[in-house]
T-cell receptor, first 115, second 115 residues
Framework: DSGVTQTPKHLITATGQRVTLRCSPR?????VYWYQQSLDQGLQFLIQ???????AKGNILERFSAQQFPDLHSELNLSSLELGDSALYFC??????????????FGEGSRLTVL | AQKVTQAQTEISVVEKEDVTLDCVYE???????LFWYKQPPSGELVFLIR????DEQNEISGRYSWNFQKSTSSFNFTITASQVVDSAVYFC????????????WGAGTKLIIKP
């Protein structure tokens, strides 16, 4: 158990819909990362937050947004869903003292299926 | 630009055989960090090891060992006396200031251990 909690574990929805994925980082971790893993794209970095502020942005679509709340949990919002958004979405957290070069601890992922 | 190459897409061995997963990286930075993660069929990503560029000592953890060679820009992972539970996708990753400390991932190697 990594200590990172993601909900929901599975989600099935239709095209055009909007979903919210939630992540609670490990106790004490200030950084939260979101990744997308699809069969053809591998692991894609979406976005990173550090103590409530956006720290880095990767290949995140404009239809997607995220935020980190004062209690450090994070949410990833996916809207106007398309079939190609079907993927496993991971949240990870890291120890801030490592300066960004520390290991990431991943949640179990949220598997999104868009029909 | 930074890059991580895991040339072996899939490896299949019989239980108790030794197996080596290759990882070759590219970076201009002199300070960087290398990682291995395991993704078993259940889906979660599990951190295995982090190595910084100044520490070329090989590491052994039980049946797992890692061979870091800066001269060939490789960070290979060997499993000795493989077991069925080792079946997973293994990812190698790299981070440094050049990537703003975001992880650069290899495509992963799927390891199948047959009983």
């Amino acid at each position: 158990d990594s200590g990172v909690t993601q909900t929901p574990k599975h989600l099935i929805t239709a095209t055009g819909q909007r979903v919210t994925l939630r992540c609670s980082p490990r106790s004490g971790d200030l950084s939260v990362y979101w990744y997308q893993q699809s069969l053809d794209q591998g692991l894609q970095f979406l976005i990173q937050y550090y103590n409530g502020e956006e720290r880095a942005k990767g290949n995140i679509l404009e239809r997607f947004s995220a935020q980190q709340f004062p209690d450090l949990h994070s949410e990833l919002n996916l809207s106007s869903l398309e079939l190609g958004d079907s993927a496993l979405y991971f949240c990870a957290s890291s120890v801030p003292a490592q300066g960004g070069a520390g290991e990431l601890f991943f949640g179990e992922g949220s598997r999104l299926t868009v029909l | 630009a930074q890059k991580v190459t895991q040339a072996q897409t899939e490896i299949s061995v019989v239980e108790k055989e030794d197996v080596t997963l290759d990882c070759v990286y590219e970076t201009r930075d002199t300070t960087y960090y290398l990682f291995w993660y395991k993704q078993p069929p259940s889906g979660e990503l599990v951190f295995l090891i982090r190595r910084n560029s100044f520490d070329e000592q090989n590491e052994i953890s039980g049946r797992y060992s890692w061979n870091f060679q800066k001269s060939t820009s490789s960070f290979n992972f060997t499993i000795t006396a493989s077991q069925v539970v080792d079946s997973a996708v293994y990812f190698c990753a790299l981070t440094s200031s050049d990537s703003n400390y975001q992880l650069i991932w290899g495509a992963g190697t799927k390891l199948i251990i047959k009983p």
